[in-house]
């Protein structure tokens, strides 16, 4: 198998979930117009959502999800011992996503609110690379499927993976789109990870800064305009916790 003249190595691929809404599994499958080819530079061999055979031969392991149960910790061990590379797949995978929100309250009083009598066990959220070594993070709640299949395509000619490292703002202002902060609203694309095509704010929602901070962020500024426009501190931070990816962003500041 041939790119541009180039021969093509086929990956053995497993995908595996964890704590997630598992969307970021559906985007594999999603773009179906480059799917036979996406497919064809990845043979499968474990994936839960589209078939009940696996098998332990894989030399990617993407994981999809947080940790959140003891369980989990062997579980994922056990795929960091099997696999040669591992890719975190998605905000959660990466960042903890909408899952950590769960961190800033105590898991007693989650649970009892949740689950009355009926008690799962559970432990604070973590990222993947938390736990174990990761080699490859794929941000994104969920990723972007076109950014999916270039890495794949890196993965199988051996060449380097070019990652942006410009924020949303670049690709919302290709987009044509009037800015939030310009109406008066919040908005993270300036400090945010390009590579999603401004999905969000396209569709007529601001960017809440899924796909982490990008290589320069200046987080004062962004936070002087946005209390300029009149929009508190307090909600500032709330939304900027949304998928615990901009943490890092604010610890100089605390
Ligand atoms: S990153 Fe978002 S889409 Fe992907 S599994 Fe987590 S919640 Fe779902
Ligand atoms: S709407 Fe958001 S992403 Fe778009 S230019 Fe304004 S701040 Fe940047
Ligand atoms: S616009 Fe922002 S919140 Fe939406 S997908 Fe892109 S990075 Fe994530």
Same mark, same amino acid.
């Given at each position: ?59 990617i ?8 149960r ?11 011992k099997?696999?040669k ?9 990466c ?29 604070p959220?973590q ?11 794929i ?8 950014? &999916? /299949?270039?890495?794949? @395509?890196?993965?199988? $000619?051996?060449? *380097? =993976? ?40 396209n ?33 500032? &931070? /709330?939304k900027?916790s @949304?998928?615990?990816? $901009?943490?890092? *962003? =604010?610890?100089?500041e605390?």
């Open positions: 198998m041939e790119f541009s003249g180039i021969p093509l190595k086929k990956l053995r691929a497993a995908f595996f979930d964890f704590t997630s809404c598992e969307g970021c599994q559906l985007q594999i499958l999603n773009h179906e117009k480059n799917l036979p080819d996406f497919l064809s530079l990845i043979e499968i061999v474990n994936f839960r959502e589209i078939s009940s055979d696996k098998r332990d031969d894989y030399e392991a993407f994981i999809e999800g947080a940790v959140s003891k369980d989990q910790i062997d579980r994922l061990k056990d795929i960091r099997k696999a590379l591992v890719v975190s797949l998605g905000t959660c995978a960042y903890g996503g909408v899952n950590a929100i769960k961190n800033n309250f105590s898991i007693e009083s989650m649970v009892d609110e949740v689950y009355k009598e009926n008690k799962p066990e559970t432990i959220v990222k993947i690379s938390e736990i174990i070594s990761v080699d490859l993070e941000p994104g709640c969920p990723v972007s499927k076109i950014e &999916l /299949e270039y890495i794949i @395509l890196c993965l199988a $000619l051996g060449s *380097v =993976i070019e990652k942006k490292k410009y924020p949303v703002c670049i690709e919302c202002k290709q987009n044509m789109n009037h800015c939030f902060i310009d109406k008066g609203s919040l908005c993270f694309g300036a400090i945010t990870r390009a590579g999603c095509d401004s999905i969000c704010v569709g007529g929602l601001p960017c809440y800064g899924c796909r982490g901070p990008s290589a320069s962020v200046n987080w004062m500024s962004l936070k002087n305009i946005l209390i300029d426009k009149g929009i508190t501190e307090e909600e500032i &931070l /709330e900027l @949304l998928f615990n990816s $901009l943490n890092e *962003v =604010i610890k100089d605390n």
